[in-house]
Every structure is written in C-alpha cells, then in structure tokens.
C-alpha cells in the first residue's frame, strides 16, 4: 500500500486549479469518500492489486476489511470495466462497493454498486 494526499478543503483545490469547481470531479468525489471514511472509522490505506489500485482498502475493528472504488459515471461500459477489474481480482469475501453518482444500486459479481449520496447519507439515517 501507498499514501496519498487529499485535501480537506475543495475549494482551496478549485482555487489553485485556476477557479475550475467542474473539473476533476472522479477525484473530488474520491476525496469526499476519503474523509468520509476516516468519520466512520477505521483505518484507510490506497491498495493495489495485480493489475491496478483499489481506491480504498479500510481496516476496520475486529479484522473487517473493505474494499472501494470511486467513479464520478460509470455509464460507460470501458470505465464500469476498468473499474471493476481491480476488485474482481480480490479472491477474499470481505466487502467490495463501487461508488458513483449514477441512479442505480446493483450488484455485479458480488461487487456491490451503489449511488454515493446514497451511501453518505445511510450512516446518518440509520
């Protein structure tokens, strides 16, 4: 596993990339799971595997381990692909989710697909 840096404020982020708030916004997202990962706990590393990187491997009380991907769309079936392949190369049961901003929350070979707003809301209804 590797570091990586996030910021804990985007507008900082847009100002120094010339005031552009609608450029980058797969890695803006990533960045607001990245904290939101660290509020629910855990410990959260960037993985890799054979072929790619998973965005986020978290290291959670009690040996649970998760898996996740971050994509603003996966509309495009080269990016749901590119996406995906990384975590089907992970032979283990724990947790695999692929978050994005698209509508619909499937299941694709036991990855689960879900909306992000979705998923940060979940944790303050439950």
Same mark, same amino acid.
């Given at each position: #596993?590797?570091?990586e /840096?996030?910021?804990?404020?985007?507008?900082? *982020? %847009?100002?120094?990339?010339?005031?552009?708030? /609608?450029?980058?916004?797969?890695?803006?997202?990533e960045?607001?799971?990245?904290?939101?990962?660290?509020?629910?706990?855990?410990?959260?590393?960037?993985?890799?595997?054979?072929?790619?990187?998973?965005?986020?491997?978290?290291?959670?009380?009690?040996?649970? &381990? @998760?898996? /996740?991907?971050?994509?603003?769309?996966? %509309?495009? @079936?080269? &990016?749901?692909l590119?996406?995906?392949?990384?975590?089907?190369?992970?032979?283990?049961?724990?947790?695999? +989710?692929?978050?994005? #901003?698209?509508f619909?929350?499937?299941? +694709?070979?036991?990855?689960? *697909?879900?909306?992000?707003?979705?998923?940060?809301l *979940?944790?303050?209804?439950?």
């Open positions: #596993m590797w570091q /840096y996030y910021v804990v404020d985007l507008g900082l *982020k %847009n100002i120094l990339q010339n005031n552009a708030p /609608y450029t980058d916004l797969g890695h803006k997202l960045n607001v799971v990245f904290f939101e990962l660290l509020r629910r706990g855990g410990e959260v590393f960037a993985g890799r595997s054979q072929n790619g990187e998973v965005d986020f491997v978290v290291q959670k009380p009690g040996n649970v &381990t @998760e898996y /996740y991907q971050v994509a603003y769309s996966v %509309n495009d @079936e080269k &990016t749901l590119r996406e995906l392949s990384s975590l089907k190369e992970i032979r283990d049961s724990h947790p695999k +989710i692929l978050l994005t #901003m698209d619909d929350n499937t299941n +694709i070979d036991g990855i689960q *697909k879900l909306n992000v707003v979705d998923w940060l *979940k944790d303050t209804i439950d």
